[in-house]
């Protein structure tokens, strides 16, 4: 079901984005409310990532805009990274340092406060590897980690690549949870995912079928 | 705790943790430095002469060499993407990055730099003006190299394509860097080379950090 338009948080209107010379995807416009999922789906290199990237701001897009409640985000692009969470392909840690660090780090440069780290370390179940050195963490381990910086930085808008790569059945049970969770206090969330979310009520946008 | 000081603490405390990564660097300066009396062979006046222009040139070499890593390794595991998308500016985190580059490298060859003079015949003076210049100049390269990793992030070869781009720019600090031990020598005043020196190093600074964000967001996108 279609939102209607006053509960609309995110319009997207018209995107369109080129890589190398190639299209990879062209007046692209969708909505989404307040405690919405929109799972993108489509085959390798049709442009999940890159779509990510132009709604986070890290691609300028050849047209269309994003807008968060009526405004288009590129006239402050600071006001609209602070209600973003980024989850990237790459996990974003620091192999140096140690899973706690790396979240209360990651939590600062967001200028937020670096305390109340627990919460997010019981949902994924990393309490018992808070000391450990990131470089010494499995792959699944680190997503973990990774996932564990997006509960912590209680934006409202979710920005997933892959969100389940990697991750044991445990982990992606873990993941559903704090995902429901987040949906369910009014949250956004955009992954893209080649699995099933498993998620009631996600909205799928299947690319590269132009 | 603002994102700068978060940033710059993150980064030391990482150099912190991989103190090899710096040794290596201060290892090459005086290697490098120690090289020329042993080419040149052990005439005072001549290695006094040349004894300003080794050790900048050897300063400017080293800070180079840490260079290539500076935005590389957060390139690589996906934390720039987090430093583009901080709520905070972007030219601000290429300030504390450039600042922890000199922290790590600029400050330590510039104490560095007159325990080697002395092997090369300088007097008290001497190293006192090769200290100062130094303190003053390496936050010139540190800001100006910064730009040339930013530019040749995710490029091949960067490391060799960074020292053609850096070395050029940092010229003009090397001449008055080098100079001004030279002019003491002569007889003649500090102040002119040391003010040239700062004045370079504030066109520097009110430049580069913007040229860096536009290079990390151009190596982003």
Redesign the interface.
């Given at each position: 079901m279609a939102p209607s338009p006053s509960e609309i948080a995110l319009q997207i209107d018209g995107l369109a984005c080129r890589r190398g010379g190639r299209r990879v995807f062209d007046r692209l416009s969708f909505g989404l409310g307040e405690g919405e999922l929109l799972a993108l789906t489509g085959r390798n290199g049709s442009g999940k990532t890159t779509l990510l990237?132009a709604v986070?701001?890290?691609?300028?897009p050849d047209a269309g805009t994003v807008r968060w409640q009526g405004a288009d985000t590129a006239d402050d692009p600071?006001?609209w990274?602070?209600r973003?969470a980024?989850l990237?392909?790459?996990?974003?840690?620091?192999?140096?340092?140690s899973v706690a660090?790396n979240l209360s780090?990651?939590q600062?440069?967001?200028?937020g406060a670096a305390d109340r780290l627990d919460g997010a370390l019981v949902a994924f179940d990393l309490r018992s590897l808070a000391a450990r050195v990131v470089r010494t963490l499995s792959a699944g381990q680190r997503r973990r980690t990774a996932l564990a910086r997006i509960v912590l930085s209680a934006a409202p808008l979710w920005l997933l690549d892959e969100p389940l790569n990697a991750l044991d059945v445990p982990a992606q049970q873990a993941f559903r949870a704090v995902l429901q969770k987040h949906l369910a206090a009014g949250g956004l969330a955009i992954a893209a995912t080649h699995a099933e979310l498993g998620v009631e009520g996600a909205r799928t946008l299947e690319l590269g079928r132009a | 705790m603002s994102g700068f000081t978060a940033l710059l603490v993150r980064d030391l405390r990482l150099v912190w943790r991989r103190p090899g990564d710096v040794g290596v660097v201060l290892a090459f300066f005086v290697v490098a430095v120690v090289l020329f009396p042993l080419g040149i062979g052990p005439e005072t006046n001549t290695l006094q002469r040349i004894a300003a222009g080794v050790l900048w040139c050897a300063a400017l070499f080293a800070a180079l060499l840490s260079l290539e890593r500076l935005f590389a390794a957060d390139y690589e595991d996906g934390t720039l993407d987090l430093l583009l998308l901080a709520p905070w500016p972007l030219e601000l985190a290429a300030l504390a990055k450039c600042t922890s580059h000199w922290i790590v490298t600029g400050l330590p060859l510039s104490l560095l730099a007159p325990v080697l003079g002395v092997a090369f015949g300088l007097d008290g003076g001497s190293l006192l003006a090769l200290f100062a210049t130094l303190l003053i100049g390496t936050p010139t390269l540190s800001l100006i190299g910064g730009l040339a990793a930013a530019l040749t992030l995710g490029a091949r070869k960067s490391g060799a394509l960074l020292a053609l781009l850096a070395l050029p720019l940092c010229v003009p600090t090397l001449i008055f860097g080098a100079g001004a031990v030279e002019t003491l020598a002569a007889g003649e005043g500090l102040w002119t080379h040391l003010a040239i020196l700062g004045a370079l190093a504030l066109v520097a600074l009110a430049t580069t950090p913007w040229a860096i964000a536009a290079a990390l967001r151009q190596a982003g996108e």
């Open positions: 990237r986070a701001g890290l691609v300028r600071e006001a990274r602070d973003l980024w990237g392909h790459l996990d974003g840690l620091k192999g140096d340092l660090e780090v990651a600062r440069l967001r200028g | -």
